[in-house]
């Protein structure tokens, strides 16, 4: 190789390493300024994106918008690319609040088998919730092939009465009945034995994978649905996890 072109290679990376190195000093400084002004919340990442100088930071559960010198900040908007129709934001905050499936705890939840049960799907639910018995008998009920993995959620400072029905139905003799008789026809279990409840386990889980409300499902790629979506969408995510 010839001296210009040695001389020309360098120059190129070095040029690409003061890029790459501006960036990264971008971020820190935006990340800086950010924690300053919202010291109450935690930043999870910040990636500069490709539109307009913008900075997709994620942070209090959502995604927020800023340019590098946090001079404005967009929040609850979407950023749908024009050509594509792609939603961009919302293709990101699925990718970004994804979970490990596989590390659930799936023996703290009512499991109950639909047709062959061959596809995987977890509920947060709180037994007095509305929506979650919505989902139950108008959404789920049209879905078969399916285990759907129940991990009961109380939110007992919207529904005080939730904790004790929880247990009631978790120690009922048959789980299974006993959930679908009260999710689905109001009746708690006649009778009810001691047994060992799992709700603060689950309200540990609930906090560590960002739920915050009910229901919220969970599908077996670790995409989230939050909710009672209609069970066209929910069959939508069911399949795309099949195919992965």
């Not at 990442?45 to 997709?56: F, H, Q, R």
């Not at 109950?112 to 509920?123: A, C, E, I, P």
């Not at 670790?222 to 195919?243: C, T, V, W």
Request: hydrophobic fraction near 40%; glycine fraction near 6%.
């Amino acid at each position: 190789m010839k001296l210009k072109q040695v001389f020309a290679a360098t120059l190129l990376t070095l040029s690409q390493l003061s890029v790459s190195q501006l960036a990264l000093a971008d971020e820190a400084s935006l990340k800086k300024a950010i924690e300053t002004a919202y010291p109450k919340f935690k930043i999870d990442s910040i990636v500069k994106t490709p539109y307009a100088g913008l900075y997709e930071v994620f942070m209090g559960g959502q995604i927020v918008y800023t340019d590098e010198k946090l001079t404005f900040l967009i929040a609850e908007g979407r950023l749908v690319d024009p050509k594509t129709k792609r939603d961009v934001t919302g293709e990101r905050m699925d990718e970004l609040t994804k979970i490990d499936f596989n590390t659930l705890p799936l023996e703290q939840a009512i499991k109950v088998v639909k047709g062959n049960g061959s596809r995987k799907l977890v509920v947060f639910s709180d037994v007095d919730c509305p929506y979650c018995k919505r989902l139950e008998q108008n959404e789920l009920s049209n879905i078969t092939d399916v285990t759907v993995y129940t991990f009961l959620y109380p939110l007992v400072q919207l529904h005080p009465d939730s904790a004790a029905k929880s247990k009631s139905i978790w120690c009922a003799d048959n789980r299974v009945k006993a959930w679908n008789d009260w999710i689905l026809n109001n009746q708690l279990p006649k009778t009810t034995g001691n047994c060992e409840v799992p709700l603060e386990k689950v309200g540990e889980l609930a906090r560590k994978v960002g739920v915050n409300s009910t229901p919220t499902l969970f599908f077996a790629d670790g995409k989230r649905m939050a909710g009672a979506q209609p069970y066209k969408e929910i069959e939508k995510g069911l399949q795309a996890a099949a195919k992965k």
